[in-house]
């Protein structure tokens, strides 16, 4: 035994097809016709594909958002750790060149020591080529008026030829990775 479709829902299968064929959005021409029930539950479904398109745009939304807060937050990651590990190698660059500063004469003399030098000297330049390669810059002191952005004035000294606030002497190279400042200059400035 064979069941017969509804009434209505024979109506709507006749009208479909041919309004179809048009590619615009259909109403069946026997809708209003339809049933208190059936007209209930399309505007029962009509109202659930709206709320869940509504929330398939805000969940699409929340995911963009997520991700490009987690962008954001790995190349902050990624700038921290770089910040970190420069920091922490800048004494070897100070000890260097406090080395190059130091060497004596009568030792700058000795042929024999002119290689461990000039390796040296090729160390402090290689160090200093790999920190401009990231983005590193020392920043300039000598000469320049106190900027407590940059500087750090360890002491003040009377110093004819300099006018007041004028570093006379850079203790300590400061640096800046970008736009920030990894290291003040350590400085001693005119009074």
């Known amino acids: 035994m064979t069941r017969k479709a509804p009434h209505y829902q024979e109506e709507i299968q006749e009208n479909i097809p041919a309004e ?3 590619g615009e959005e259909t109403r069946v021409s026997g809708e209003d016709s339809l049933p208190d029930e059936a007209q209930g539950e399309i505007e029962t479904l009509n109202q659930q594909v709206a709320r869940l398109r509504e929330e398939l745009i805000r969940r699409a939304a929340d995911f963009e958002n997520f991700r490009k807060q987690k962008e954001r937050e790995t190349a902050l990651a990624s700038t921290r750790s770089l910040e970190n590990s420069v920091r922490d190698l800048l004494p070897m660059l ?21 290689p461990f030098i000039e390796g040296v000297e090729l ?4 160090f200093s080529a790999w920190l401009v390669s990231k983005g ?8 320049q008026t106190l ?4 500087h ?30 990894i290291r003040h200059a350590k400085v001693i400035v005119a009074r």
Request: hydrophobic content about 35%; overall charge negative.
């Open 123 to 126: 160390i402090r330049k290689n």
């Open 147 to 150: 900027d407590v952005n940059v």
């Open 94 to 114: 100070d000890d260097l060149k406090r080395l190059m500063h130091h060497i004596p004469a009568e030792l700058q003399a000795m042929d024999a020591a002119k």
């Open 152 to 181: 750090e004035a360890i002491t003040q000294i009377d110093h004819p030829d300099a006018e007041p606030d004028t570093v006379v002497e850079e203790y300590q190279s400061g640096y800046t990775l970008g736009d920030r400042v």
């Open 136 to 143: 590193v810059r020392e920043i300039e002191a000598n000469g």
């Open 20 to 22: 179809a064929a048009g």
